[in-house]
């Protein structure tokens, strides 16, 4: 007989992993359910001639004592990774050769922006009192709401472009604002004001990176789970659901094999979760449609870095790098093998040396990039992606090279990744780096909730509600609260400063 566990997680991404911790610290009987070797999805990290290389994770932001991200962790153990923090001037943007600064702490990065813009300083007072309100309020979002009122009178309802178009007289203050935004997609028409600012305020509150890779933050939650008694399968596809009584009984697993379970999680992309239960009663149509006509946001192509020891010295700040102004719209002005905007990101070195072997160089990449190699397999899709690979890879040193003194005679070797390699690996749909796309002028249909018309599935997951590690972690919370409610979520919280 199989075994029966109160939760069954689908997915060991983080938001899976964390959903399986808290649900194990207050007794549940979970399991989690990887369909590859690895855990961790986006915060996977592989090694290449001894090196860590992330595939998603970089920073993170709002980590220091009293923030958001840090009572999150510490209620999730993850305070004791080696954490590091960047300098004061975290981000550095670079607006076709010109250079402006992104400092820590909102009095600082105020005074910074005044400084660039002395005849903007009114305008200045009114984003950063907006970051600063968004951020200082983030931990109401676990309060009890009015959902209609929330989705239709809040911030999430406003355009971001719209907002800065109307505060700003500045279009280069614009720019420089918006610049460290490629841990979002700017869409100037639907991206909503919440999630622009939310995310840059916890940045700007505190901004870290961590020595030795994502994979860490996986690998803890991982242990914790299973020293509550919780178990991590890997190498265990969820292939199909089985039905009873009008809710999922078990998820069927490898196609040979149930797990039964009182209520079921997907950490997977919301369209795959729609896949799992095509042959089921207890999705309508209109509603699996629903979910899959979503548009995701755009892909991410990455070129992975490995230099040769001690030849470029550590860096701890990021570039952003734009050929082009008006960034709100260069995604979408670009054309296939563009290479027009890059987040230089310097990895520290696992030894804590002062020289670094790892850099990642990102563009953003839509998915009819990739899409004529659907359906091939990893490391055998042919000599025509190869050699588009090698172009963006090409472009994207030597936008990079551009800022980093020596670089192009520093590197040893070259890896890659396309949002087709974050599709196979992650089963995100169109190989998405942030998810579906949120629209501030359809919000009831892109903001999803954990609920499901399936009584006992929940969704979690970057798609959701924000995305990143703060907003992943956020909709962590707000799933399990509809297992354990609301106020056992708050009280888990309220005693960590």
Not at 325 to 352: A, E, F, Y
Not at 412 to 426: F, G, I, K, M, Q
Request: hydrophobic share 40%; charged share 25%.
């Amino acid at each position: 007989m199989a075994e029966k566990f109160d939760v069954a997680i689908i997915g060991a991404g983080l938001g899976g992993l964390e959903c399986g911790l808290m649900l194990a610290k207050h007794g549940k009987k979970v399991c989690v359910l990887e369909k590859d070797a690895l855990i961790g999805g986006c915060l996977q990290t592989f090694r290449r001639k001894g090196v860590s290389l992330d595939t998603g994770f970089h920073y993170v932001g709002g980590l220091d004592k009293g923030q958001m991200l840090y009572k999150l962790f510490s209620f999730f153990g993850l305070m004791d990774l080696p954490w590091v923090k960047m300098d004061d001037f975290f981000d550095e943007v670079v607006i076709k050769g010109e250079h402006f600064h992104i400092a820590q702490g909102f009095e600082l990065y105020s005074n910074t922006l005044k400084q660039a813009f002395p005849d903007n300083s009114s305008e200045i007072d009114v984003w950063v009192d907006l970051l600063m309100k968004v951020g200082y309020n983030i931990e109401k979002s676990f309060e009890p709401r009015d959902t209609e009122d929330f989705y239709t009178q809040s911030l999430f309802s406003q355009s971001a472009y719209d907002f800065l178009k109307k505060t700003f007289s500045n279009d280069t203050l614009i720019d420089v604002v918006s610049g460290p935004s490629l841990k979002m997609e700017l869409h100037p028409e639907k991206l909503p004001l919440y999630t622009f600012a939310q995310i840059n305020s916890s940045f700007i509150q505190s901004a870290y990176r961590l020595r030795g890779g994502g994979m860490q933050i996986a690998e803890s939650l991982r242990r914790q789970i299973e020293d509550k008694g919780g178990v991590v399968r890997r190498n265990a596809k969820v292939t199909g659901v089985i039905e009873a009584d009008g809710k999922i009984g078990a998820l069927v697993v490898n196609d040979s094999e149930s797990v039964e379970a009182d209520f079921f999680i997907s950490d997977i992309h919301p369209a795959a979760t729609m896949n799992l239960m095509e042959n089921t009663k207890l999705i309508r149509n209109i509603y699996r449609k629903r979910i899959n006509g979503l548009e995701n946001t755009f892909g991410m192509f990455t070129t992975h870095l490995i230099l040769k020891p001690e030849t470029i010295k550590y860096i701890n700040n990021n570039i952003f790098a734009y050929t082009e102004s008006d960034l709100w719209h260069i995604s979408q002005s670009s054309s296939t093998g563009d290479v027009k905007q890059i987040l230089i990101s310097v990895n520290p070195s696992d030894d804590n040396s002062d020289f670094v072997r790892n850099i990642d160089i990102l563009t953003p990449m839509n998915w009819s990039e990739v899409e004529p190699w659907f359906g091939t397999n990893i490391a055998s899709r042919g000599n025509d992606y190869e050699l588009m690979k090698k172009s963006v890879a090409d472009k994207c040193i030597a936008e990079a090279s551009k800022y980093i003194d020596g670089l192009q005679e520093a590197i040893e070797d070259v890896y890659t990744s396309t949002p087709l390699t974050y599709c196979d690996y992650t089963a995100t749909k169109d190989g998405s780096a942030y998810g579906i796309r949120k629209d501030c002028n359809q919000l009831m249909f892109t903001v999803l909730t954990p609920r499901t018309p399936v009584p006992n599935l929940l969704l979690t997951g970057q798609s959701l509600n924000l995305h990143g590690i703060l907003g992943t972690s956020m909709t962590s919370v707000f799933t399990c609260a509809e297992i354990l409610g609301i106020d056992t979520i708050v009280n888990d919280l309220k005693d960590i400063k």
